[in-house]
């Protein structure tokens, strides 16, 4: 006996091409729905993953000149669920036949109204991934990209993508990972490691690692997407809001951070009314609402120093104790070097630069930051500042150097030429 076919789906309502929203933004937006409901009926994440990503590849191809359909993510679940089904088919000679019947069997109804993203997240998130691993495996099945989308936006191979991907799903399926909220005892540390790569996949966005341009706004957008979609489900949790607080705050500045010809602004010589005024009053209010929960957290103190940035009409007006003070806090919750580093800039904007230079020398041993473009660079920044042109122009030159960014190559190659000794 095989495995009966599925009943063919009811034709689909059509809308008229071109009207409605943007069908990318309208996929990437259903892909965790669809994928949820996927996972809940068959409980099988890798097959599912790849049958939505086939349906959402479809969709792609088909509703552009035949319309989006009325209900388009009964129509991917529809579609995705025969997908799975002819994998299912495929797969029979090693498998026992009741299994792969059982799972033919099952044909999508009423699609239930519930959003799946934030277990989903909790699921590409496992503790048993790198972090690699986890941000790929977000962004195809949470984000809705394609491999080849990711390997661009990462700078790397599509093939290195699609093996994170295949290897994140098998060791999912080989911890035995079930679809369900993490218990009491675990939810808190797996929703750490879920704003983490959420962070992670915004800052490739801000400021890319590699390449020629800056930014990937793409990128920036998408994380800022999907944290939306976990503060609509954890609305009073103060780590989520700030983390998206501090988004929004960062991303508003970006029509400011570049000139026409794509070469990197400094915040204290951006156009401040350039900057997303909408962005930084939603971002603001956020903060406000993240800082009444009990208890600070590393987003919530990251998106307040943000806040008080972006309160500053000018360079000159902002309130650097406040952010040395916030930094100081922050150093105390989460230690990092590139929290020092971060703090010496406010140090040397209070007390002045040889300050921010002592406080700079405290990370020299740290193997974390040897060779850093980073350290480098705000070193440079503080001997310029405390009159030392050379020594400047040494360590411009060598962050340049070291950053695989061509943006920030250019502007450090910039500064150094503006110091340079004659």
């Known amino acids: 006996m095989t495995a009966p076919t599925p009943p063919p789906a009811p034709p689909p309502t059509p809308s008229a091409p071109g009207r409605g929203p943007g069908i990318e933004d309208l996929l990437r937006g259903l892909t965790p729905q669809v994928l949820g409901t996927l996972v809940r009926k068959y409980g099988r994440f890798e097959g599912c993953e790849d049958a939505v990503q086939e349906a959402v590849l479809a969709a792609a191809v088909q509703w552009p000149s035949e319309g989006v359909p009325g209900n388009p993510r009964g129509w991917l679940v529809t579609v995705a669920s025969r997908r799975l089904v002819d994998q299912v088919r495929s797969d029979r000679a090693r498998r026992e036949r009741e299994s792969a019947t059982a799972a033919a069997e099952v044909v999508p109804g009423e699609v239930p109204d519930t959003d799946d993203t934030l277990l989903l997240l909790f699921l590409c998130c496992h503790p048993a991934l790198t972090a690699a691993s986890q941000t790929a495996l977000t962004l195809r099945a949470v984000g809705g990209l394609t491999t080849a989308e990711i390997a ?12 994170r991907i295949s290897r994140a799903k098998q060791r999912i399926r080989a911890a035995g990972s079930s679809f369900v909220l993490p218990g009491d005892a675990d939810r808190e540390e797996r929703l750490r490691v879920v704003l983490h790569v959420l962070y992670l996949i915004f800052n490739e966005g801000y400021t890319a690692s590699s390449g020629g341009e800056l930014d990937r ?35 508003a500045r970006r029509p400011a951070r570049t000139t026409a010809a794509g070469d990197l602004v400094p915040l204290e010589e951006q156009d401040r009314t350039a900057w997303d005024r909408a962005l930084i009053d939603e971002g603001t209010a956020l903060v406000k609402e993240a800082l009444a929960v009990p208890s600070l957290g590393p987003y919530r103190l990251q998106a307040a120093i943000a806040a008080t940035h972006a309160d500053a009409a000018s360079a000159g007006d902002t309130d650097w104790r406040q952010v040395h003070g916030l930094y100081l806090i922050l150093e105390r919750v989460a230690p990092n070097p590139v929290v020092t580093l971060n703090r010496a800039v406010a140090l040397a904007e209070v007390e002045g630069p040889q300050a921010g230079l002592a ?50 190559q250019r502007y450090l190659e910039g500064r150094a030429g503006r110091v340079r000794p004659c």
Do not use: W
């Open 152 to 163: 661009r936006a990462f700078l790397v191979p599509e093939a290195t993508v699609a093996a």
């Open 217 to 251: 706004a793409d990128l920036a957008r998408e994380a800022i997407r999907l944290t939306r979609s976990v503060y609509a489900q954890l609305p009073g949790d103060g780590e989520v809001a700030g983390l998206l607080a501090l988004m929004l705050l960062a991303h």
């Open 359 to 408: 406080l700079l020398a405290t990370l020299d041993a740290d193997a974390r930051m040897a060779g850093h473009h980073r350290l480098l660079s705000v070193r440079a920044h503080l001997l310029e500042k405390g009159g030392d042109p050379a020594g400047a122009y040494e360590h411009y030159r060598r962050a340049a150097r070291a950053t695989p960014s061509l943006a920030e």
